[in-house]
T-cell receptor, first 109, second 112 residues
């Protein structure tokens, strides 16, 4: 059983819609990462957070430590946001990064 | 200038061969990693190095041997390649562990 669960696995939306991708993990963490992998294959780090909320442009990441849950939001989605979004965590006492299975987002013009 | 660069980007080879993938970062980071992404796009850590010292060595076959000649380089050597080694291998670096990750473009290895 994967220790990092993402939902949904696939998401298709119209351009302009507000997007939410969820990530749940099982025990205490020192950090949570959101990564973006474009169809070309390259991986980009979007956020690294351990509490609260971070914002970068149209992207917002939140984390609730008590509920062991994080969300990635995209406002005013655009076809160029189409990518796989991956959640990953550093668990306390086991600092290797554990990855979720990813959410494939497709934004239709 | 590319921050984390891997070579080669594509590698096609026969079973049983030995091959290497090179990684270099010009960000001055102390920590470097190798990750494997399988055909289902699932990422898994293979190795982690901090300032040339091995920190994490996941359950990877002995045929895989990382080498870090200096903290800017982390190369991956694979002996006796098998079909199951076909994957995309990503190098990454970070200023600290845990820290923000900077990935290379990936090296797609195909074993025939």
């Amino acid at each position: 059983k994967n220790e990092v669960e993402q939902s949904p696995q696939n998401l298709t939306a119209q351009e302009g819609e507000f997007i939410t991708i969820n990530c749940s993990y099982s025990v205490g963490i020192s950090a949570l990462h959101w990564l973006q992998q474009h169809p070309g294959g390259g991986i980009v780090s979007l956020f690294m957070l351990s509490s609260g909320k971070k914002k970068h442009g149209r992207l917002i990441a939140t984390i609730n430590i008590q509920e062991k849950h994080s969300s990635l939001h995209i406002t005013a989605s655009h076809p160029r946001d189409s990518a796989v979004y991956i959640c990953a965590v550093n668990y306390f006492g086991n600092e290797k990064l554990t990855f979720g299975t990813g959410t494939r987002l497709t934004i239709i013009p | 200038d590319t921050a984390v660069s891997q070579t080669p980007k594509y590698l096609v080879t026969q079973m049983g061969n030995d091959k290497s993938i090179k990684c270099e970062q010009n960000l001055g980071h102390d920590t470097m990693y190798w990750y494997k992404q399988d055909s289902k796009k699932f990422l898994k850590i293979m190795f982690s190095y901090n300032n040339k010292e091995l920190i994490i060595n996941e359950t990877v076959p002995n045929r895989f041997s990382p080498k870090s000649p200096d903290k800017a380089h982390l190369n991956l050597h694979i002996n006796s390649l098998e079909l199951g080694d076909s994957a995309v291998y990503f190098c990454a670096s970070s200023p600290r562990d845990p820290g923000e990750l900077f990935f290379g473009e990936g090296s797609r290895l195909t074993v025939l």
